[in-house]
């Protein structure tokens, strides 16, 4: 192994990096729904402050259940993370491939969905057992979805599968989002983000007025505290990915910096507004809207990109 | 088949105050549903019977933090009611005035928690934001935002100073615009419609069944409403309608109160005009009570409230008996969200604007070592009304 891979996974655009941006990106979360609702928010590193008081607290860990699971589940998924994110990072920021295609990206994001699946079902809690079970029908919802958006990319990027190779197609032949076929796909991806982060109006698993935090419900202190940052990351991650596959990456030289900030902030806000203007969907309308109407548009695109619009 | 019981309370982020639902559910489905109250019982009846009555109207205003107006505006009605007395004009204006600017915020109010509680927390923020104008009117008229302590047996103790009425009628209008354009906002979502509508139907056979009232009942298709079928107050000489719908759902009920609001805003307006012009006494000085029984009535927010007041001529009421609103409107539940998902029955527990703390009127006597219905609360109830009439008979 190279020693520069350490450097990717550890600090940028790995752990250090991705942790960090994702705690200052929930500020913006934050800052952005209080100013949604009249309030005025908190101040830019209450998010830290959060983390680090949580890492602190006592982990009470229930009777009931299987202990191992219930404490590894939040760790393997902040794994899962890390790499996640360094993959997809050294695509957009080095343009290098760290020896993992988009295959290897679907797999692991599942892998943590299956994580928050195992973390709630093991400690018996009612609550935490049917937030699982929601957990478990949206990712069989928007799954199908948002791998018939990914093969977008690939198709117009001439049926290439690493993230490096999508990116560099995009270079040369211009961003996948100005055609049609991209921009369909673009926004079904937003909205199947939206379920995977779990943010409203899919955030049925962790229903705060039903479920209590559904899977969440009994974890407490450095375990919670890594499931908060967990959801915080997947704020970088995941409009990083959608930035790779269809809007061309950044140019980080001179007044590219400016447009890669503004690209990233706008995905973000995008999903901050999505969140703050819809109410909480029943797992049946998420179900409903996802295989009835998402999925034929993401096969819709899939055909336009096969006959290259 | 494996079914599972998911615990709503005692203390849960969809209830704001401690109260008990099992709910049985199938995967995600409610199959049967179960209530226990007495979580939040105070014994209000039994130190209204210690209290003299003017104390007691301020007692009671406590039963419930968000209808404060409703409980003392019932009693007063019950303890006029023994001895007919009669209530100037200005006093029933004012009380009207109260009353339907209550009816404003209580059901603004609602209309908050019921977006947080379906997770829209846009809409609580900016209803709440609204509310406060409201709160704000309630203390230039009586100098509290919460517990107003305006009614007396024989009018209300303070008056509204002519002074301050252009102001008030101009923060009203404020209000409605505002309110336009949340309800327009509500009214225009089709993801909220989507998500209420035909949720947790009360059909208009159950809610006769169940005795329902307010506007649960009148989201049903009954016209249930004391303002117009016994107006008290200044009721019988104002303008407005009662809304009824027919469905019956979550979708019905948030438009009903959307309404009702305006019509409120409407009664207000009038109460305005009419106090600005009128300047009689506000309070009728009442010496004393005589002996009797009375009945007051009043449409909360939430329903009809109910109070019944037996007096022996002294000036404490010997049985005071409240029975508010969501004591008739909680047991809907039973019609109305079995066979729905969990997501479907919780907003429909709260879309009855529960009031807990103002059902809370009972105990239930349990004896763990023997037979737990060992103690019959018909049996207790109904010696306890003969012990009454024996002692005012003077037996």
């Not at chain 1, 290098?96 to 969905?113: F, K, P, Q, T, W």
């Not at chain 1, 109006?201 to 967990?230: C, D, H, Q, R």
């Not at chain 1, 997947?234 to 447009?259: H, N």
């Not at chain 2, 130190?47 to 007692?59: D, R």
């Amino acid at each position: 192994m190279k020693p520069e891979f350490v450097f990717y996974l550890l600090v940028f655009p790995g752990l250090l990096f991705t942790s960090v941006l994702g705690l200052l990106i929930g500020w913006v979360d934050r800052k952005v729904t209080a100013r949604f609702t009249y309030r005025v928010g908190p101040p830019l590193f209450q998010n830290f402050n959060d983390f680090f008081k949580l890492l602190g607290k006592e982990t009470i860990i229930v009777k009931e259940g299987v202990h191992s699971l219930f404490i590894v589940a939040p760790f393997i998924a902040f794994g899962v993370m890390v790499l996640i994110s360094a993959i997809i990072g050294t695509a957009l920021f080095y343009q290098y491939d760290l020896g993992a295609d988009i295959i290897v990206v679907m797999y692991l994001l599942m892998i943590y969905s299956v994580m928050i699946i195992l973390g709630g079902a093991s400690t018996g809690n009612v609550y935490s057992s049917v937030g699982a079970g929601r957990e478990i029908k949206l990712l069989l919802a928007d799954e199908l979805a948002f791998i018939l958006i990914c093969l977008v990319p690939i198709i117009k990027s001439g049926y290439q599968i690493k993230l490096d190779s999508i990116l560099m197609a995009q270079v040369t032949n211009g961003a996948f989002i100005g055609s049609f076929s991209g921009l369909i796909a673009f926004i079904i991806g937003i909205l199947c983000i939206q379920a995977k982060m779990a943010l409203t109006p899919f955030s049925i698993p962790e229903a705060e007025t039903e479920l209590v935090e559904g899977p969440l419900m009994e974890y407490s202190g450095p375990p919670l505290a890594f499931w908060k940052l967990n959801q915080l990351m997947m704020y970088v991650a995941f409009p990083f990915l959608l930035i790779l596959l269809f809007w061309g990456g950044f140019e980080l030289i001179g007044i590219g910096i400016l447009w890669a900030v503004l690209k990233y902030l706008s995905i973000v806000v995008l999903m901050i507004i999505i969140k703050n203007t819809n109410p909480r969907i029943r797992i049946d309308t998420a179900l409903h809207f996802f295989w009835k109407i998402a999925t034929p548009l993401a096969f819709i695109a899939i055909i336009l990109a096969v006959f290259g619009y | 088949m494996n079914k599972n019981v998911i615990p709503v309370g005692p203390f849960h982020p969809l209830l704001e105050e401690a109260e008990y639902f099992t709910l049985t559910v199938d995967g995600e489905t409610v199959v049967d549903i179960e209530l226990d109250i007495g979580w939040m019982h105070r014994g209000h009846e039994f130190i209204s019977e210690q209290k003299t009555f003017t104390q007691s109207i301020f007692l009671v205003e406590r039963i419930c933090g968000i209808c404060s107006t409703s409980h003392p505006l019932a009693l007063v009605h019950a303890i006029e009611d023994v001895d007919n007395i009669e209530i100037p004009e200005r006093a029933a204006y004012i009380r009207t005035l109260i009353g339907e600017l209550e009816r404003i915020h209580s059901h603004l109010l609602w209309l908050g928690l019921a977006g947080h509680f379906i997770g829209y927390d846009t809409v609580w923020m900016w209803a709440w934001k609204y509310r406060e104008p409201v709160l704000e009117m309630f203390e230039v008229i009586s100098g509290n935002r919460n517990h107003y302590g305006m009614m007396r047996v024989g009018g209300v103790s303070k008056d509204v100073e002519p002074a301050k009425i252009s102001e008030l009628a101009k923060n009203l209008d404020m209000i409605q615009t505002k309110l336009e354009m949340i309800a327009k906002a509500v009214n225009d979502d089709p993801v909220l419609k989507s998500r209420l509508k035909g949720v947790g139907v009360l059909t208009k056979q159950a809610a006769i069944d169940f005795c329902a009232v307010g506007p649960t009942s009148r989201a049903s298709g009954i016209p249930a409403d004391v303002r117009k079928t016994d107006p008290k107050d200044a009721y019988g000489m104002v303008d407005f309608k009662v809304i009824v719908l027919q469905n019956g759902d979550v979708y019905d009920k948030l438009v009903l109160r959307v309404l009702e609001t305006f019509e409120s805003i409407k009664i207000v307006k009038q109460c305005l005009d009419k106090l600005a012009e009128n300047n009689s006494p506000i309070l009728n000085d009442i010496k004393e009570i005589k002996p009797g029984e009375g009945i007051g009535r009043y449409e909360a927010p939430r329903g009809e409230v109910f109070h019944y007041v037996r007096t022996d001529g002294t000036n404490r009421p010997i049985r005071h008996k409240v029975r508010a609103p969501s004591y008739v409107n909680i047991p809907t539940f039973q019609a109305s969200c079995k066979g729905i998902p969990i997501a479907d029955a919780l907003i429909t527990l709260a879309a009855v604007d529960p009031c807990y703390c103002c059902t809370e009127r009972s105990l239930k006597f349990i004896d763990i070592n023997h037979d737990p219905l060992k103690y019959d609360l018909l049996k207790i109830s109904r010696e306890k009304t003969e012990s009454f009439r024996r002692q005012i008979n003077g037996l």
